[in-house]
């Protein structure tokens, strides 16, 4: 941006110097800002992660719990009742539209026993947002026209032997234990 | 005299400068929530057996007929022509002890075509059906057999009826489902 003005003075073989500057016209710029305040990511959980009720055998085995709540193994682990049976499940409000990610850490259940507990793990979470499908990593997910969303999350259960997970209530909160972290951040 | 030429130029310039682009604010722009997750271990149910099933002496007759062995150690003729006679076998009701965990409840299944052989080369068959679950001091359960165990232990109760065949049949002679061409009588126990 530029702008310039000059003026010239001319001198007629006068003896009066005159000097008239040009009159300066005010140079007036203004800049404005704007900034758009998005609205606060906001997430609630309505329900946590159970795997039910599951019976250890002679060798190792997985349980997976999927995003709509029914459960599958693998190896050595049987099924046992499904009783509170249940997939992890958030709601999420902020920005209309906006576009968010889903990260998770953590996940270590435990029996609390004394002296030494007993644990196994969950990891390879799955992420279903309403409407969706299966997500298996790089999770993802966008906000509607009102700025909501839910979603549902499954995961597999590592789970030992007889001998290594003896009879009794696991979870991430006994004493030896470590919840499932999930952060849900704007992108 | 004095000429004054001013020359000027300029150019415009009043121009407003926007300055555009989103910021979000810093402030809520992620959010973290730990998670509960849960599950219960339960112990294989096992079971061992307490007691064989034993219906005892008995005299097939002229044409079929049945016993009925209870889960209190009596038994009874059902139908026909069979009687029963009191020889040095005990008639016993079947005992099968359950471990598990806790005070979950199970289902019990019987399986089918039980069979009792004659122990020589003779083909000679009976069966058994119609089984009579009773779970602890529980009552007598003809169908949908299931109980709950007591602190990780049950005692199940088991009689049945023995389908027994004419005298022509049913030679003499020890009957079991051990024997060759018997078929053993199977309990699948399953946590609900």
């Known amino acids: ?15 009066i110097v005159l000097a008239l500057p040009y009159a300066a016209r005010a140079q007036s710029t203004s800049a404005s800002a704007t900034a758009i ?38 190896g050595g682990v049987t099924l046992g009742n499904a009783g509170s049976t249940s997939a992890a499940a958030f709601s999420v409000s902020g920005e209309n539209n906006a576009t968010f990610t889903v990260t998770f850490s953590g996940g270590t259940l435990s029996d609390g026993a004394s002296p030494t507990n007993h644990t196994m793990s969950v990891s390879a979470f799955v992420v279903k947002m309403s409407g969706g499908t299966d997500q298996l990593a790089n999770y993802a997910g966008t906000l509607s026209g009102a700025g909501t969303q839910t979603f549902a999350v499954g995961g597999t259960l590592s789970v030992g032997t007889t001998a290594s997970t003896p009879a009794g209530t696991y979870t991430t909160s006994n004493s030896g234990g470590t919840a499932v972290s999930v952060t849900v951040a704007y992108n | 005299m004095i000429k004054f030429h001013t020359i000027a130029s300029s150019i415009a310039c009043l121009a407003v400068l926007g300055i555009s682009g989103a ?10 929530h730990n998670v509960i997750v849960e599950t219960t271990v339960v112990s294989p149910l096992g ?37 029963l006679a009191s020889g040095s076998t005990t008639p016993a009701t079947g005992v099968v002890n359950v471990s598990g965990t806790g005070n979950a409840s199970f289902t019990v299944g019987f399986s089918s075509g039980v069979t009792l052989a004659l122990d020589t080369d003779q083909p000679k068959t009976m069966t058994v059906d119609s089984f009579v679950l009773k779970v602890d001091s529980g009552s007598d359960l003809t169908s949908n057999y299931a109980g709950t165990l007591t602190a990780g232990a049950a005692a199940l109760k088991i009689g049945g009826t023995l389908h027994v065949g004419t005298s022509t049949d049913n030679p003499a002679g020890d009957y079991s489902t051990a024997h060759t061409g018997g078929s053993p009588l199977t309990l699948t126990l399953t946590y609900d």
């Open chain 2, 23 to 32: 910021a979000h604010a810093a402030g809520q722009s992620s959010s973290t």
């Open chain 1, 37 to 74: 305040v998005a609205t606060a990511l906001q997430v609630s959980k309505t329900a946590d992660f159970n795997f039910g009720r599951i019976v250890p055998g002679a060798t190792v085995g997985t349980v997976l719990l999927s995003t709509s709540g029914t459960r599958s193994q693998t």
């Open chain 2, 47 to 83: 079971a061992t057996t307490g007691q064989v099933m034993k219906f005892g002496d008995i005299v097939p007759g002229a044409s079929a007929g049945t016993v009925v062995l209870s889960t209190s150690n009596t038994r009874s003729v059902g139908t026909g022509g069979v009687t």
């Open chain 1, 1 to 15: 941006m530029c702008n310039f003005f000059r003026y010239v003075l001319i001198l007629l073989g006068g003896l």
